[in-house]
């Protein structure tokens, strides 16, 4: 039997164009209902090509007594298993789950770190600097203008879905820089964290969605709650409370984040249960990229 294409109905869950392997024997319908294909008495292993937007696996036949059984799809059976923190409020809180894990206990209530450095201790203790902030707020933006333009020129499905959700911070960067120059401060040229964390968030974008999205999610999210805090503990220390664009965002802050949270939980839906744990796997190289630019503040 040649390679051939048909559409399968598994337990009337979904349908999957799929590859069959030439040793696999079907009936010459190329349409087979759940009761046709249960009985079917042979065993296959039936594969199906992962996108970004669909979930890695297969559909398997199983022989069994004499009597064929659907083993359905990785993302299925998975699901059925072990149950996760947060998992029964969406994927978006297992991410929050995972990152609250990672910060200090003078960061979040729920921090479980011990704090090692300045900038993970209590933000009433530092002394910042204006030349250091400049430093963290020109890498932030290179950050932010590579995500940004990541989402904004994307066409694939994962992407596309969060172009303009308002919780862009490129432009509003661009503003707050362009008033320190006119404030006379002299605006200095990306550093190393900054410049690092651009080309991995390239490289991620191009070959490994789940762990890019880990980073999306935690840069915006981040600066939405955390990040604001530090903003206006800054601000009042060396800028006379000067409220910068960067903590300004168009509409509610509140629902802009919801409407982001919907999207990346029905992105996951698609995601086996390895490819999100890939995904949390990513959350501690977030920080760990986040802190190098954030420490700038106090160099």
Same mark, same amino acid.
């Given at each position: 039997m040649t390679k051939s294409s048909i559409r399968v109905c598994v337990c009337c869950r979904f349908m999957a164009t799929t590859r069959l392997n030439p040793s696999c024997h079907f009936p010459a319908s190329t349409r087979l209902s759940c009761e046709s294909y249960l009985g079917l008495r042979t065993t296959g292993r039936i594969s199906y090509a992962r996108t970004l937007t669909a979930p890695r =696996?297969?559909?398997a036949v199983k022989?069994?007594? =004499?009597?064929a059984s659907v083993v359905t799809a990785a993302a299925i059976t998975e699901k059925q298993q072990k149950k996760y923190p947060g998992e029964s409020k969406g994927f978006v809180e297992e991410m929050r789950f995972v990152a609250m894990r990672l910060h200090t206990k003078d960061q979040a209530r729920e921090g479980e770190k011990e704090s090692?450095?300045?900038e993970e201790g209590p933000v009433a203790k530092w002394e910042p600097t204006v030349e250091g902030y400049l430093h963290f707020l020109v890498d932030s933006k290179l950050v932010y203008d590579t995500l940004d333009g990541i989402i904004d020129g994307s066409n694939f499905p994962t992407y596309a879905g969060f172009k303009n959700t308002g919780l862009e911070?490129?432009?509003?960067?661009?503003?707050?820089?362009?008033?320190?120059?006119?404030?006379?401060?002299e605006i200095p040229e990306p550093m190393a964290p900054g410049k690092t964390y651009s080309e991995y968030l390239k490289d991620l974008a191009e070959n490994d969605p789940?762990?890019?999205?880990?980073?999306?999610?935690n840069i915006y999210f981040a600066h939405s709650a955390g990040g604001q805090m530090i903003g206006t503990k800054v601000s009042k220390k060396i800028l006379n409370n000067k409220e910068l664009e960067f903590y300004k965002w168009d509409g509610q802050l509140s629902q802009l984040l919801q409407n982001v949270r919907q999207k990346l939980n029905k992105v996951a839906e698609w995601w086996t249960r390895e490819e999100k744990s890939h995904c949390l796997e990513e959350t501690e190289k977030s920080f760990k990229f986040s802190g190098e630019i954030l420490r700038l503040i106090l160099s």
């Open positions: =696996g297969y559909l022989a069994n007594g =004499g009597q090692r450095s300045p911070r490129a432009e509003s960067l661009r503003k707050d820089l362009e008033w320190f120059k006119e404030q006379g401060y789940q762990a890019f999205i880990c980073h999306f999610y």
